[in-house]
């Protein structure tokens, strides 16, 4: 009985990714397109490392595609973060609503303000923070005076949300802003997995004051490590470059900085193997897409879970194609990966909690109830764009 429903799974992988070299790993990425022309130009004319062409090249075409004012090319998705919360104005003892439903980073960046995460639950449909859910918490324990959230209970300011764009699905944007400006909280988007999603047709990345990107390896394109703030605040996207490139002082010769900065630049190398894949970007998406709708298919009508199908305000880039077991097979969770990985997809569980993490547990959260049952039943897919 246990091991029907994990047979059933290896089944369908067998019949989608039929063919495909074992093992089919969770995410890899393959170069198709200028990637060695780029490179090769960086090695030939010496420009490898933190200025060049690339750099600035990537910075123009990524704001086009996401339709934002600014971007600022930085070191990976984590310093994104960090230079995002701080231009949030997140200072040290605030508070910073994260969801407990994400990766480390989005929580440890918090922590490198010397501020506090604060843990809030996702919903099932969407994966991402639950706006409803959340105004309900903050009308309960906050209190605002129009230019400041305090908690009540610790009486530190809640100063900002970072929402997360789970596995490259946008949360629902409009309605977590409103909450946001209801109790002054200022919005950040952890778009770090979500390039190349659009919630109600425009790109993610446009409703956060601030909204990081990353470039890593595992990611719909890279940049080998890599990562970017976006703003529609051109004065703040300004601060961004100043304050991730040492916030030197411009001269021609002079080395004088005018506040501690931080070296997050992106050397020119890494700018050029991202910027020729972003110039296939959307054929990624297309693809995954594709590969989605495959898997969609072959798991329609099978009892015990579901494929996570984008929400309807959403044109997802299925970065991480997911399956939800139904909560009354929790307990086969494990057979499912033992079952899988045994059979060479690589189909990994969603991430532990954060709140569970030794490092948090003493952090304030609210009722997390349907992230630790989402946390026990997400099975991510073989996802690669080839595939
Ligand atoms: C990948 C990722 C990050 C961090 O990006 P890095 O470039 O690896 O530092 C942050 N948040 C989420 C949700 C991620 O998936």
């Known amino acids: 009985m246990k091991d029907a429903l994990a047979g059933r799974v290896v089944e369908v992988l067998e019949n989608c990714l039929a063919g495909r070299k ?6 890899e990425p393959r170069f198709t397109g200028n990637e060695w022309q780029y490179v090769k130009e960086c090695i ?37 973060l960090h230079i995002c919360l701080m231009l949030a104005g997140v200072l040290p003892g605030d508070e910073v609503l994260v969801p407990t439903l994400t990766f480390v ?3 440890n960046a918090v922590s490198y303000c010397s501020a506090l995460p604060h843990f809030v639950d996702s919903d099932q449909d969407t994966l991402g923070v639950t706006p409803a859910k959340l105004n309900d918490y903050l009308e309960e324990i906050s209190s605002s005076d129009g230019s400041e959230c305090i908690n009540r209970y610790t009486g530190q300011p809640i100063r900002a949300l970072v929402v997360t764009h789970t596995f490259g699905h946008p949360a629902d944007l409009d309605a977590l802003a409103d909450v946001c400006s209801r109790h002054s ?73 005018d506040a501690i900065g931080y070296n997050y630049r992106l050397p020119n190398l890494n700018a050029a193997l991202v910027l020729a894949q972003l110039e296939y970007l959307e054929e990624l ?27 309807e305000f959403a044109r997802s880039n299925y970065w991480l ?16 990966l033992e079952a899988t990985n045994a059979a060479g997809f690589h189909t990994r569980p969603s991430w532990k909690l954060m709140h569970r993490l030794p490092m948090f547990t003493a952090c304030p959260h609210m009722d997390l109830s349907v ?16 595939l």
Request: glycine fraction near 8%; proline fraction near 2%; avoid cysteine.
């Open 285 to 311: 998406v297309e693809r995954k897409r594709e590969l989605a709708d495959r898997y969609r298919q072959a798991f329609a009508g099978m009892d015990g879970l579901r494929f996570f199908k984008e929400p």
């Open 185 to 257: 909280i200022a919005l950040i988007e952890d778009a770090a997995e979500a390039l190349g999603s659009l919630y109600k047709e425009r790109h993610v990345g446009n409703w956060g004051v601030l909204s990081a990107i990353s470039f890593n390896g595992n990611k719909i394109v890279t940049a080998g490590g890599g990562g970017a703030v976006l703003t529609n605040n051109v004065q703040l996207g300004n601060l961004a470059k100043h304050l991730t490139t040492t916030a030197k002082t411009a001269h021609r010769w002079a080395f004088s900085h």
């Open 22 to 27: 074992r093992p089919v790993v969770l995410h």
């Open 44 to 80: 030939d004319t010496g420009w490898v490392s933190s200025a060049g062409r690339f750099v600035d090249q990537f910075e123009v075409k990524l704001a086009e595609l996401t339709g934002v004012k600014q971007a600022v090319a930085v070191v990976n998705g984590t310093a994104a």
């Open 321 to 336: 194609n997911a399956l939800v077991l139904d909560e009354s097979r929790m307990d086969e969770l494990n057979h499912v």
């Open 105 to 107: 980073a989005t929580a």
């Open 371 to 386: 992230s630790e049952s989402l946390s026990e039943r997400i099975v991510n897919l073989p996802s690669s764009a080839f």
